[in-house]
């Protein structure tokens, strides 16, 4: 078996690998947002929130997907794999987006709270018009790198039989057995999609960094 | 879905032994990664750009694998000889862990030992310390209690982590449970007792580590491309 | 300015070449501007020499291209009549070499740069241990002693933190002197203090200096320059102007930018 028919085989799973990772990142950042938003006044539902954010830190992103696929299907809910991997890294995710948001918020709030405040708006439209904005901003390279991380999770997916890049590779090992060839394959298309998304990402950063002086 | 409580601490009684080896597991992979980690980050502050090129190409392509791939790469391609020298699939796992989580942990130590404040630096180089001698008496000691959270928060990553292993036939709580769902034929109950187990484990883990945090402050790395300030503890050192 | 002039005030005349010294040194951090244009500076043994200047004027620069803190863009190291350095020409200096300058040549900062996990007894016995390879009670007699002469015996064990600014200056000095260096370099050592610290640590000085120790001193307090220079130096825009004999530049100094430095004893030299 051909180098390159390996390499188009593990390919095709690319599609399915994106898919997983941008309905993740969907779920994850919308989520972590209000789990965000919801651990702001404090109090019960601060509290609620934040164990929220804890226990989805704390789950094992696989265990999480097996609930997700094969412990709702046993109960009458069959989610295929694709969806039910994009909910539970989804989940996950929203636990590490939720402090990047919160981040975001502290750092605006220190100094424009008081100055909107002191214009006269409420409470919540100063969050609403000065705070939320400046925080999502603020959060959006940690938000790509999520995604970029979310790219290597969906290879969890692999596990309840998602045919993504990482599942499709260990097909074609099945069927050629060049456990070398199908190595390098993965290998390097992970290489060539992280590192310069990474690096892409950081200077996304350092200009952000500046322009907000 | 209502499932009786005393059979879920039925099932947690059967999950046990393999959260035994979940623990034995994450132990030594916490061992192994934070040494690597720490190794990792003195060679990306190192003088010489070699060892700094090749350590900073370490990290890279560490961390842009999915541990599921790594995982399975090394047992698939190194496991027929690894077997036959005796070591067993637990010790591939162990590897791949370390390698994976050690890239991540690095940045962070790299970050800290950079922020170790550079007039300690020429203090001690002004007294003719070598290199290695300046980084291990003076740099490393401060750099130690900033990188306690995210150590502990990396330990919470292991942890997960080795829930992958079930997948390479390690039998660790894992896949303890997946077997136990082919008994039983309850996967929610016994997922979510699973579940519940880890969260055990791991919820004080992580509420310790933010409690660190609260009491060092958090290392970010300054960047993603890990371009601080100061490329190298190298200006002012004469080499080993 | 001839390399080997004696020393007048020292009341030692050595006619050799100079303990130390940096010869027409420049240093550019960014290639465009230069904050040593060129500057010239030699100590002989038994020397103190106290070099004035304004803010940026060069001379922080010039102290710690004297023991190869800061490498030059040009000009020489020379230290006991060896060329340590020649830039630009010159390669890396072998490591060996570095150390043994830093060995020898001891150096105080502004901000104390005491090591804050080791006691008082730790940051001193630091250098003896690791660096001259005493044994560690050798070292840590050593340090007892150094810190003894400074007065902070019963400070030895104390922590950095739970030093005030002057007893954290005094360890430094003791962290200097156990190394038994042949010349200290201090960079405005009391620049950081609150004023009755300031007397604190120069006291300790002053007597550093009438012990004869070679001494380059960067500061701004001129009354004590007054009282324990041998030589003064003054710098401005990272030239050396002018360089002479202590008695001689404090009553007649020839240049009107090293009068007005060298003006007013009473007050410390603002920017």
Same mark, same amino acid.
């Not at chain 2, 630096?121 to 959270?149: H, K, Y």
């Given at each position: 078996m ?13 599609p399915? *690998?994106?898919?997983?990772?941008a309905?993740a990142?969907?779920?994850?950042t919308?989520?972590g ?10 109090g019960v539902?601060g509290f609620?929130?934040?164990s929220?954010i804890?226990?989805l ?6 265990v999480l997907?097996y609930v997700?696929?094969f412990?709702?299907?046993?109960e009458?809910?069959?989610i295929?794999?694709?969806p039910?991997a994009?909910?539970a890294?989804?989940?996950v995710?929203?636990?590490?987006t939720?402090?990047?948001?919160r981040a975001g918020?502290?750092t ?16 919540s ?6 705070v939320v ?8 390279p ?5 995604f ?5 999770l969906?290879?969890l997916?692999s596990a309840v039989?998602?045919?993504?890049v ?6 074609v090992y099945?069927q ?8 390098i ?8 999609? *992280?590192?310069p ?6 200077v996304?950063?350092?200009k952000?960094?500046?322009s907000m002086? | ?7 879920m601490?039925?099932?947690?009684q059967t ?7 979940t623990?034995e597991l994450s132990?030594i992979c916490?061992?192994?990664?934070v040494l690597l980690a720490?190794?990792i980050?003195v ?6 750009p070699?060892v700094?090129?090749?350590?900073d190409a370490y ?7 999915p ?7 090394v047992y698939?391609g ?5 077997q ?12 791949a862990?370390t390698?994976?989580e050690?890239?991540?942990?690095s940045?962070?130590y790299?970050a800290a030992l950079?922020?170790v ?5 020429e203090?001690a180089a ?14 490393v000691?401060?750099?130690?209690a900033?990188?306690l ?8 990553g292991i942890?997960?982590?080795s829930?992958l292993?079930s997948?390479?036939?390690i039998s ?6 997946t ?6 034929f309850?996967?929610?109950g016994v997922?979510? *007792? ?11 883990l992580?509420?310790?580590g933010k409690?660190?945090?609260?009491r ?16 190298s503890l190298i200006?002012?050192t004469p080499?080993? | ?5 004696s ?8 006619n050799t ?6 010869i ?5 951090f960014?290639?465009? *501007?230069w904050?040593?244009a060129e500057?010239?500076?030699t ?15 060069g001379k ?11 490498t030059?863009s040009?000009?020489?190291i ?11 020409a010159q390669a890396k200096?072998p ?9 020898r040549?001891?150096?105080?900062f502004?901000?104390?740069e ?7 007894m730790?940051?001193?016995a ?9 044994s560690?009670?050798?070292a ?9 002469s400074?007065g ?8 950095p933190g ?8 005094r ?5 200097a ?8 370099l201090?960079?405005?050592p009391t ?15 002053a007597?550093?200096a ?5 001494m380059?001193?960067v500061?701004?307090?001129?009354n ?11 710098m401005?825009?990272g030239?050396v102007?002018?360089d002479g004999?202590?008695?001689?530049m404090?009553t ?14 009473d007050?410390?030299?603002w920017?």
């Amino acid at each position: 078996m051909s180098s390159g028919y390996i390499l188009k085989y593990v390919l095709e799973g690319a599609p399915i *690998t994106l898919e997983i990772a941008a309905g993740a990142w969907v779920l994850g950042t919308v989520l972590g947002l209000v789990l965000a938003l919801a651990r702001q006044p404090g109090g019960v539902l601060g509290f609620g929130a934040a164990s929220v954010i804890t226990i989805l830190r704390c789950v094992p992103p696989l265990v999480l997907l097996y609930v997700v696929f094969f412990g709702l299907a046993a109960e009458g809910i069959t989610i295929p794999a694709v969806p039910a991997a994009a909910t539970a890294l989804g989940l996950v995710e929203a636990s590490f987006t939720a402090e990047y948001f919160r981040a975001g918020f502290l750092t605006v709030q220190s100094g424009q709270f008081d100055a909107a405040r002191s214009l006269g708006l409420s409470r919540s439209s100063t969050f609403r018009l000065v705070v939320v904005p400046q925080a999502f901003i603020f959060a959006i390279p940690p938000l790509l790198n999520s995604f970029v991380a979310l790219l290597k999770l969906a290879t969890l997916a692999s596990a309840v039989g998602a045919p993504e890049v990482l599942y499709r590779g260990q097909l074609v090992y099945e069927q050629s057995g060049q456990i070398t060839t199908v190595v390098i394959v993965i290998i390097l298309i992970y290489l060539l999609v *992280t590192i310069p998304l990474t690096r892409a990402i950081s200077v996304l950063e350092r200009k952000m960094q500046r322009s907000m002086r | 879905m209502l499932v009786e409580v005393g059979t879920m601490v039925g099932w947690a009684q059967t999950l046990w032994t393999g959260f035994v080896v979940t623990i034995e597991l994450s132990a030594i992979c916490s061992a192994t990664t934070v040494l690597l980690a720490s190794l990792i980050a003195v060679a990306r502050i190192h003088p010489r750009p070699l060892v700094r090129g090749l350590a900073d190409a370490y990290a890279d392509v560490a961390r842009s694998i999915p541990l599921l791939a790594l995982l399975l790469f090394v047992y698939y391609g190194l496991g027929r000889v690894a077997q036959s020298y005796g070591i067993s699939a637990f010790w591939l796992a162990v590897f791949a862990i370390t390698v994976s989580e050690a890239a991540y942990l690095s940045e962070v130590y790299r970050a800290a030992l950079q922020a170790v404040p550079a007039g300690q630096q020429e203090a001690a180089a002004s007294l003719g310390l070598p290199w290695w001698r300046m980084v291990w008496l003076v740099i490393v000691p401060q750099a130690i209690a900033p990188s306690l959270p995210t150590t502990v928060n990396a330990v919470v990553g292991i942890v997960k982590g080795s829930s992958l292993a079930s997948l390479i036939a390690i039998s660790e709580a894992t896949l303890a449970a997946t077997n136990l769902v082919s008994e039983t034929f309850q996967p929610m109950g016994v997922y979510l *007792t699973l579940t519940l187990m880890y969260l055990v484990i791991l919820i004080p883990l992580s509420l310790a580590g933010k409690a660190l945090e609260f009491r060092f402050g958090a290392i970010r790395p300054a960047d993603k491309s890990g371009r601080t300030r100061r490329r190298s503890l190298i200006s002012v050192t004469p080499e080993v | 300015m001839a390399v080997g002039m004696s020393s007048q005030e020292a009341g030692t005349v050595v006619n050799t070449g100079p303990l130390l010294g940096a010869i027409e040194v420049g240093k550019s951090f960014d290639g465009k *501007t230069w904050a040593l244009a060129e500057a010239t500076l030699t100590v002989q043994p038994g020397e103190i020499v106290c070099v004035i200047g304004a803010n940026g004027s060069g001379k922080t620069t010039l102290l710690r291209c004297l023991n190869l803190l800061c490498t030059p863009s040009k000009g020489r190291i020379v230290f006991h009549d060896e060329v340590v350095g020649d830039w630009p020409a010159q390669a890396k200096i072998p490591a060996a070499k570095v150390r043994d300058v830093r060995t020898r040549v001891a150096m105080v900062f502004q901000h104390f740069e005491l090591f804050p996990h080791l006691s008082a007894m730790g940051n001193v016995a630091l250098g003896p241990r690791h660096v001259l390879k005493l044994s560690k009670q050798d070292a840590q007699q050593r340090a007892m002693e150094t810190l003894t002469s400074v007065g902070l015996a019963k400070f030895a064990n104390k922590r950095p933190g739970a030093l005030s600014g002057g007893q954290k200056q005094r360890v430094a000095i003791a962290r200097a002197l156990a190394m038994t260096p042949e010349i200290i370099l201090f960079d405005e050592p009391t620049s950081a203090l609150d004023r009755e610290m300031v007397e604190e640590v120069l006291g300790i000085m002053a007597t550093l200096a009438q012990s004869r120790m070679t001494m380059v001193i960067v500061t701004h307090e001129l009354n004590f320059a007054r009282q324990v220079a041998t030589r003064v130096v003054t710098m401005d825009q990272g030239r050396v102007i002018e360089d002479g004999p202590a008695d001689v530049m404090f009553t007649r100094p020839q240049s009107t930018r090293s009068q007005e430095l060298l003006r007013g004893g009473d007050s410390k030299l603002w920017q």
